[in-house]
């Protein structure tokens, strides 16, 4: 099923502030809260859908990047695709602090965000994912500010926040309930910053393509993830960055399908091959082996070479290569040929037939047999 547009699940425009999208996603998170919402399977879906539309479009180089590209931008590692929320995402906690938090038992932390996690899709072919191999790759992300080594500081001056006085978390009192929450002035940090760094705007944080060698280990596989701890986008000022997990995608073979440490594929022989026998050479990971072929092989047999296969990275051991018989039919005959091929057909003849075709013959005695229980 298609994805809906993120702007169209939050009911705003494209041309949405900030603060607009806070809103929207505020009026449809508390219309959809599974804790207002017991068992309605529906209203979850519906939580989760814009959860996901706003964590993309809270965090600007995300949304420049949906906004150029739509969903498909995080299903091809441009976005991170199954990245955590970005670094714009406030969480159920921290925007209902003052709603669910006390009521729902929700506790907002305190402190700077960690970074978000950050997702990339790296296809590779089957012989880079079996051999193993080291790719450079290009992800988007937000990175530690250069101009203020990620303080938000442009003198690296920093005052003890007035609202929370220092300690990133306010109190706060609601009738009976008494609850903590995120301080506002300071995000949580505890300082406040007097002359914030204009290149990342007090952020700490500016957007960039980071470029990153990734060793991929030998025998991966499709859907294997590889975390790179640290690599994911910069933190809030005194935040530790998320991480970076490689998802592999393995591209078709043109020769072998892989199922697990075993790999699958289709040999073809003529038909003189597979009634005579031959020694014929097939293809492995490791160079051709021979491959003998006893005579009257039929079109699905299947030949096992062991520890022909791959060795994973989850096992010692190596898997097998199955090998799949197809008998081809000759094309292009030369008149020749086809003379050699009319006067061994003519050979087959009578009930002498019947010995040299048994699949043929049990085919026709079963159409016969049917025939007969349709008229009688």
């Not at 207002?36 to 209203?43: L, M, T």
């Not at 096992?315 to 006067?343: F, H, M, W």
């Amino acid at each position: 099923m298609s994805k809906r547009d993120y702007y169209e699940v939050l009911g705003v425009g494209r041309d949405a502030s900030d603060e607009e999208l806070k809103k929207a996603y505020r009026r449809c998170a508390m219309k959809y809260h599974p804790d207002r919402n017991p068992g309605d399977k529906e209203a979850e879906a519906a939580f989760k859908e814009c959860k996901e539309a706003y964590e993309v479009l809270s965090d600007p180089a995300r949304r420049r990047v949906y906004d150029m590209h739509g969903h498909a931008a995080f299903e091809h590692g441009m976005g991170g695709a199954g990245a955590g929320p970005g670094p714009g995402f406030a969480d159920v906690n921290d925007l209902f602090g003052d709603l669910f938090g006390s009521i729902f038992g929700g506790g907002a932390r305190g402190g700077p965000r960690r970074g978000a996690d950050i997702g990339y899709v790296l296809e590779l072919d089957l012989e880079e994912a079996v051999a193993g191999v080291e790719k450079r790759i290009e992800v988007p992300t937000m990175v530690s500010c250069h101009h203020c080594a990620g303080s938000g500081s442009a003198d690296g001056k920093l005052d003890t926040c007035r609202t929370c006085h220092g300690r990133g978390q306010v109190r706060l009192q609601r009738g009976i309930f008494q609850m903590q929450q995120t301080c506002p002035h300071c995000g949580g940090r505890g300082k406040t910053i007097p002359d914030p760094c204009k290149p990342c705007m007090g952020s700490g944080r500016l957007e960039e393509e980071k470029v990153l060698s990734v060793r991929i280990p030998a025998g991966v596989d499709n859907g294997d993830r590889i975390r790179l701890a640290g690599e994911g986008e910069a933190g809030a000022p005194g935040a530790p960055p998320g991480d970076l997990y490689v998802e592999i995608r393995v591209r078709p073979h043109e020769i072998f399908v892989r199922d697990g440490d075993d790999l699958h594929c289709e040999v073809p022989v003529r038909i003189s091959q597979a009634a005579l026998g031959d020694v014929i050479r097939v293809p492995t990971l490791d160079g051709e082996v021979e491959l003998r072929i006893p005579a009257e092989t039929q079109t699905g047999k299947v030949f096992r070479l062991r520890e022909k296969g791959v060795k994973s990275v989850r096992s010692r051991g190596r898997g097998d290569l199955y090998c799949k018989i197809v008998v081809e039919t000759p094309v292009n005959l030369t008149a020749e040929q086809r003379e050699l091929l009319e006067r061994f057909e003519a050979t087959f003849v009578g009930e002498g037939a019947r010995r040299h075709s048994p699949k043929a013959s049990t085919f026709l005695d079963g159409v016969k047999g049917f025939w007969e229980r349709m008229v009688s």
